[in-house]
Nanobody, 116 residues
Framework: QVQLVESGGGLVQAGGSLRLSCAASGRTFSSYTMGWFRQAPGKEREFVARISRSGESTYYRDSVKGRFTISRDNAKNTVYLQMNSLKLEDTAVYYC?????????WGQGTQVTVSS
C-alpha cells in the first residue's frame, strides 16, 4: 500500500510559478512510474505528466510541455511538479499517483488557482 500526500498549491497570478510536492509512504516508491493529474471544476480528472522509476524518462500532456517539469527524488520518496508560466486554464486540484493510476492511491490533492 502507498499513501500519497500532495502539497505546494496556492493562489498565483498568471505567468507565475509554483512547485508541487508529493510525499509517498512505503519502501516501494522507486518501483513505480509516477504521475501528476489534475481536475478542474466541472471537468474530469486528466493526466498532466509522468516520470519513469529512475527519473530518466518523462512525458507531458501537450498543453503543459515547455512550462511544467516533473522530477523525483527516490531517496526522499518524493515526486515534484515545477510549474512555470502558469495560465488561467491550469487552475485545478492537482494529484499525484502511480502511472497508471490506482483508484486506491488517490490523495486529497492540492489546489492551484491561477488569477488574472
Amino acid at each position: 500500500q502507498v499513501q500519497l500526500v500532495e502539497s505546494g498549491g496556492g493562489l498565483v497570478q498568471a505567468g507565475g510559478s509554483l512547485r508541487l510536492s508529493c510525499a509517498a509512504s512505503g519502501r516501494t516508491f522507486s518501483s513505480y512510474t509516477m504521475g501528476w493529474f489534475r481536475q478542474a471544476p466541472g471537468k474530469e480528472r486528466e493526466f498532466v505528466a509522468r516520470i519513469s522509476r529512475s527519473g530518466e524518462s518523462t512525458y507531458y500532456r501537450d498543453s503543459v510541455k515547455g512550462r511544467f517539469t516533473i522530477s523525483r527524488d527516490n531517496a526522499k520518496n518524493t515526486v515534484y511538479l515545477q510549474m512555470n508560466s502558469l495560465k488561467l486554464e491550469d487552475t485545478a486540484v492537482y494529484y499525484c499517483n502511480t502511472y497508471p493510476a490506482r483508484y486506491d492511491y488517490w490523495g486529497q490533492g492540492t489546489q492551484v488557482t491561477v488569477s488574472s
